[in-house]
């Protein structure tokens, strides 16, 4: 059977044999970003490498499961090529044992290794995501009951329940403080990014809430919510003049919402108490 020849672009080869320091690769899901990973690792075993000198972290053990069976297919189909080649069929049983995995096996690993040196049991475990949010919940309803107890002491907390919360049920307020430390496990330093916050919003220059990350980021949100609601209105403007009768009823409400929300789109660029005052 004939072996197609893999054809990449400019990009994509470039990602393979660039040697020269670290290396960014961001692309569109579907892109073959893990062809590329593939092609990569196995284009350094051609070089002389072994694939077990190597570490491959992704973030899933899917993602990771699919990985090393690519690079195992891939050295096979080497193999096939060439059945006397002992170097590529020692790489092929090398990729059973090689660093291919979750970034938290692999920190769990060295945990494992060095448990000693941080004052961990040999035998720890992960807990799984089920145990986690157990935890997260208990430590939450144990911080409020503390809060509770001084709230006196807790400046803007009252306001803090009576907008978030109904009644005596601060379930919604967990919920909220939980799914927060979980988005701000994804920025370097929570704790910095949290004081940037809060002195941006303490700051006597910002007059109008767009200037802040938040109000950025949602008005960006609702800029493209209206742009797409016009590309529909304007879509369905254009289909009418197919359809006399409908256009004859309903063109004028029509036109008078596309001229509606374009005038929206322009509150929005003059900042969010322009929008809202639109």
């Not at 297919?73 to 020692?90: A, C, D, V």
């Not at 049991?121 to 409020?144: G, H, K, Q």
């Not at 919604?172 to 939980?178: A, C, K, W």
């Amino acid at each position: 059977m004939e072996n197609k020849k893999t054809t990449y672009t400019p990009e994509q080869e470039a990602s393979i044999k660039h040697r020269d320091g670290s290396l960014l690769v961001s692309a569109a899901a579907g892109s073959g970003k893990t062809k590329v990973l593939v092609d990569r690792l196995l284009s350094y075993i051609d070089e002389g490498a072994n694939v077990d000198e190597f570490l491959v972290i992704t973030y899933t053990r899917a993602a990771a499961f699919e990985l090393r069976e690519r690079i195992y297919e891939e050295l096979l189909t080497k193999l096939s090529e060439s059945p006397g080649n002992l170097r590529i069929r020692r790489q092929s049983m090398l990729c059973a044992g090689a660093s291919i995995d979750t970034i938290h096996t692999f920190c769990g690993e060295i945990l494992r290794e060095s448990a000693h040196l941080v004052g961990l049991p040999p035998d720890f475990r992960v807990a799984d995501e089920s145990e986690s949010s157990m935890i997260m919940v208990e430590v939450m309803e144990t911080f409020l009951g503390n809060v509770y107890e001084n709230i006196e002491q807790y400046s803007g907390f009252s306001t803090l329940l009576d907008t978030v919360i109904e009644g005596r049920d601060d379930k919604r307020l967990i919920e909220i403080l939980i799914d927060m430390h979980r988005k701000l496990q994804s920025t370097p330093n929570p704790h910095a990014w949290i004081i940037k916050q809060i002195n941006t919003l303490k700051s006597k220059e910002i007059k109008d809430i767009s200037e802040t990350d938040c109000g950025a980021y949602m008005l960006g949100k609702i800029r493209s919510t209206v742009e797409f609601c016009k590309s529909e209105m304007l879509m369905l403007r254009s289909e009418m003049k197919y359809h006399a009768e409908f256009e004859n009823n309903y063109a004028e409400s029509v036109d008078k919402t596309i001229t509606q929300i374009e005038a929206f789109l322009v509150a929005v660029e003059g900042g969010w108490d322009e929008a809202r005052r639109y």
